[in-house]
Nanobody, 111 residues
Framework: QVQLVESGGGLVQAGGSLRLSCTAS????????FNWYRQAPENEREWVAG???????AYVDAVKGRFTILRDDAKNTVYLQMSSLKPEDTAVYYC?????WGRGTQVTVSS
């Protein structure tokens, strides 16, 4: 079983930056990929970014060029570096790994 803990959310002005972290504990394997999702009020949860065990990166079009996903296997941690934030990025951001969801961290971008 895996446990995921996200951190790093907060309130930021448009154009600002935040770095989210997700640390995994329990039965962690470096052979699995990590993904970030987000869910805005009254919206479906959507996939944002992913990193495979081989370091392959993928992003939803809305965040390409602004968000970067990184992983540190020594720390069992994945990061989501977010820059040039927009009000439409406001959402609860969730880490997903090994069929497990974290509890989420709130990101609010003011205009």
């Amino acid at each position: 079983q895996v446990q995921l803990v996200e951190s790093g959310g907060g309130l930021v002005q448009a154009g600002g930056s935040l770095r989210l972290s997700c640390t995994a504990s329990g039965m962690v394997s470096s052979t699995l990929g990590f993904n970030w999702y987000r869910q805005a009020p009254e919206n479906e949860r959507e996939w944002v970014a992913g990193i495979s065990r081989n370091g392959y990166l993928a992003y939803v079009d809305a965040v390409k060029g602004r968000f970067t996903i990184l992983r540190d296997d020594a720390k069992n941690t994945v990061y989501l570096q977010m820059s040039s934030l927009k009000p439409e990025d406001t959402a609860v951001y969730y880490c997903y790994y090994s069929n497990t969801w974290g509890r989420g961290t709130q990101v609010t971008v003011s205009s």
